[in-house]
């Protein structure tokens, strides 16, 4: 049904107190008025009026007007319901919202609003970057369809749970020497459902907050705690491994009577990628290893070798200048 409508007379030379009768499908209507208005009207219906002169002279009296069909549209009721990704969240992650808009023509226009403040946001979505615990988040659509009514409809609102993550702190940086251990301080906050050191090599027990920690080169080691709500904190430590000093005797005395036998550089193998090298006078290479793990008893190709004097070159592989000097045999 057509709502408030109004149809106006417009006469020629009708006098100064015509006199009007509206027809509506041939019938009469109305009231003796220029106008003819009211919400009765249906698609179709033919509107015309007879208006009669009071002018002097007027020839004819009453005139007929032009018909006027009417082409009525039913009004439509707009509604609009929004829906977010996630309104269970943890700290700093984004959310978007979509609205579902029913009746919204064409060209609706959209007003995002959060705890009812505009966002001057106006598109059919809305992604909040910064989300706070407790946001109201509505829209407020403005219909572009023929007959809505209302014109302006609201949403449903979303309200957003945003948790905290965990706030962890690993303990800060370390520094021990090659062979000892030390227990990590590690602390964070929350309700915990999980644990997790990475890397797990060199950790005494990788599932808790203090595992004894003896890694045997520099490590960097991450702790990641995650809620019972599902949010993650993380933080790192670096437990740098410093190698012994390394003390290199010039003479041995390979007799086989047990002492000092062998050519034995205390705290050598700690360094597992070095190299070794040891040239007889000539210049012939007649030892190398990578590693020390097992010391140098004056030989080479099984063949024992004559007392003297022999050259060294040791590269510890930790980016310092090679070592070098001489060791003596001793028979």
């Known amino acids: 049904m057509l709502k408030n409508f109004r149809l106006t007379a417009v006469p020629g030379n009708g006098g100064n107190s015509p006199v009007y009768q509206w027809l509506l499908n041939g019938?009469?209507?109305?009231?003796?008025?220029?106008?003819?208005?009211g919400s009765n009207f249906s698609n179709g219906d033919v509107v015309s009026c007879i208006m009669t002169s009071n002018a002097a002279c007027a020839t004819p009296v009453s005139v007929t007007s032009n018909s006027v069909t009417l082409n009525v549209?039913?009004?439509?009721?707009?509604?609009?319901?929004?829906?977010?990704?996630?309104?269970?969240?943890?700290?700093?992650?984004?959310?978007?919202?979509?609205?579902?808009?029913?009746?919204?023509?064409?060209?609706?226009?959209?007003?995002?609003?959060?705890?009812?403040?505009?966002?001057?946001?106006?598109?059919?979505?809305?992604?909040?970057?910064?989300?706070?615990?407790?946001?109201?988040i509505s829209c407020i659509m403005t219909s572009s369809a023929a007959c809505a009514l209302p014109i302006d409809v609201t949403s449903n609102n979303i309200t957003l749970k945003v948790n905290v993550p965990p706030i962890v702190d690993a303990g800060g940086n370390k520094t021990i020497t090659a062979g000892n251990s030390i227990l990590l301080n590690a602390t964070a906050t929350g309700s915990i459902a999980d644990i997790t050191w990475t890397p797990t090599s060199g950790l005494s027990n990788f599932k808790i907050l203090n595992p004894v920690a003896s890694p045997m080169v520099t490590t960097t080691y991450?702790?990641?705690?995650?809620?019972?709500?599902?949010?993650?904190?993380?933080?790192?430590?670096?437990?740098?491994?410093?190698?012994?000093?390394?003390?290199?005797?010039?003479?041995?005395?390979?007799?086989?009577?047990?002492?000092?036998?062998?050519?034995?550089?205390?705290?050598?193998?700690?360094?597992?990628?070095?190299?070794?090298?040891?040239?007889?006078?000539?210049?012939?290479?007649?030892?190398?290893?990578?590693?020390?793990?097992?010391?140098?008893?004056?030989?080479?190709?099984?063949?024992?070798?004559?007392?003297?004097?022999?050259?060294?070159?040791?590269?510890?592989?930790?980016?310092?200048k090679a070592l070098s000097g001489f060791v003596a045999i001793i028979r």
């Open 27 to 37: 019938s009469n209507s109305g009231t003796n008025s220029a106008t003819l208005s």
């Open 73 to 136: 549209t039913a009004p439509v009721s707009p509604s609009i319901s929004i829906v977010a990704s996630e309104s269970n969240i943890c700290e700093g992650t984004p959310v978007t919202f979509t609205a579902a808009p029913v009746n919204g023509g064409n060209m609706p226009v959209y007003r995002w609003l959060v705890n009812g403040n505009n966002t001057g946001i106006e598109n059919t979505g809305f992604t909040d970057n910064s989300p706070a615990n407790g946001d109201v």
């Open 222 to 320: 991450t702790l990641t705690v995650q809620s019972i709500n599902g949010c993650v904190g993380m933080d790192n430590l670096t437990i740098t491994v410093l190698l012994p000093k390394i003390n290199i005797p010039n003479t041995f005395t390979p007799n086989g009577d047990g002492i000092n036998d062998t050519w034995d550089i205390k705290n050598l193998d700690s360094y597992v990628n070095c190299t070794v090298q040891i040239y007889n006078r000539y210049g012939e290479n007649v030892y190398s290893s990578i590693g020390y793990g097992v010391p140098w008893g004056g030989t080479y190709k099984g063949a024992v070798l004559p007392a003297g004097t022999y050259y060294y070159i040791i590269d510890l592989k930790n980016g310092l």
